[in-house]
Nanobody, 127 residues
Framework: QVQLVESGGGLVQAGGSLRLSCAAS????????MGWFRQAPGKEREFVAT????????RYADSVKGRFTISRDNAKNTVYLQMNSLKPEDTAVYYC????????????????????WGQGTQVTVSS
């Protein structure tokens, strides 16, 4: 069991930066792979980034590669998403997710792999 709470969203101009944080409860955080997903109004939730439980492997959606960086601090039970060079198309509610199943490398880009989700934080990028 893990509870996730996102923070750090807000309004930013195009080209600006934001850092999202996801704080997890409990003592099992280091055993979970973590992911970031986003959902814009009228669109399906889409994969953004994921990081392995040890932090040694990271994967990104093509749309954010080179601009976003996912990281984790297991001592603080926190995962981060550093977002640079933001574009209006990045506007969405961003969700943190946790999973501890098998096959992270193969399936960790799919929302169905994750069993735990935060409530989301709004990111709005103005043009």
């Amino acid at each position: 069991q893990v509870q996730l709470v996102e923070s750090g969203g807000g309004l930013v101009q195009a080209g600006g930066s934001l850092r999202l944080s996801c704080a997890a409860s409990g003592r099992t955080f280091s055993s979970y792979a973590m992911g970031w997903f986003r959902q814009a109004p009228g669109k399906e939730r889409e994969f953004v980034a994921t990081i392995s439980w040890g932090g040694g492997s990271r994967r990104y959606a093509d749309s954010v590669k080179g601009r976003f960086t996912i990281s984790r601090d297991n001592a603080k039970n926190t995962v981060y998403l550093q977002m640079n060079s933001l574009k209006p198309e990045d506007t969405a509610v961003y969700y943190c997710a946790a999973g501890d199943g098998n096959g992270w490398y193969e399936s960790g880009r799919g929302s169905s792999w994750y069993g735990y989700w935060g409530q989301g934080t709004q990111v709005t990028v103005s043009s």
